[in-house]
């Protein structure tokens, strides 16, 4: 069994930082990529970025400059740096990860619960 969980959400003010985390455990052979999306209230969820093994990274273009993920592969675990915070960022974050089990097994994407992230005077 595969579990994602997630950190380091908050309420912070406009211009503000905050980092979350999301770190994977259980039966995995590899993970490939992780990343963030999230969802406001009455919307969709968005992309925010993801980070391949080796490194690559794509952003939504709304983050560009402010936001930068990372990953630390030998614990299973994502970041995701939001900097100059606005209060349009606020959203429930969440971490996917689309991995392997085993070796021959099929790539599926797995999903955090989710972290509320709130930027507000």
């Known amino acids: 069994q595969v579990q994602l969980v997630e950190s380091g959400g908050g309420l912070v003010q406009p211009g503000w930082s905050l980092r979350l985390s999301c770190a994977a455990s259980?039966?995995?052979?590899?993970?490939?990529?992780m990343g963030w999306y999230r969802q406001a209230p009455g919307k969709q969820r968005e992309l925010v970025a993801t980070?391949?093994?080796?490194?690559?990274?794509n952003y939504a273009d709304s983050v560009k400059g402010r936001f930068t993920i990372s990953r630390d592969n030998g614990k299973n675990t994502v970041y995701l740096q939001m900097n100059s915070l606005k209060p349009e960022d606020t959203a429930v974050y969440y971490c996917?990860?689309?991995?392997?089990?085993?070796?021959?097994?099929?790539?599926?994407?797995?999903w955090g619960q989710g972290t509320q992230v709130t930027v507000s005077l």
């Open positions: 259980g039966s995995i052979f590899s993970i490939n990529p």
């Open positions: 980070i391949t093994s080796e490194g690559g990274t």
């Open positions: 996917n990860a689309r991995l392997r089990t085993s070796r021959f097994g099929s790539r599926d994407d797995y």
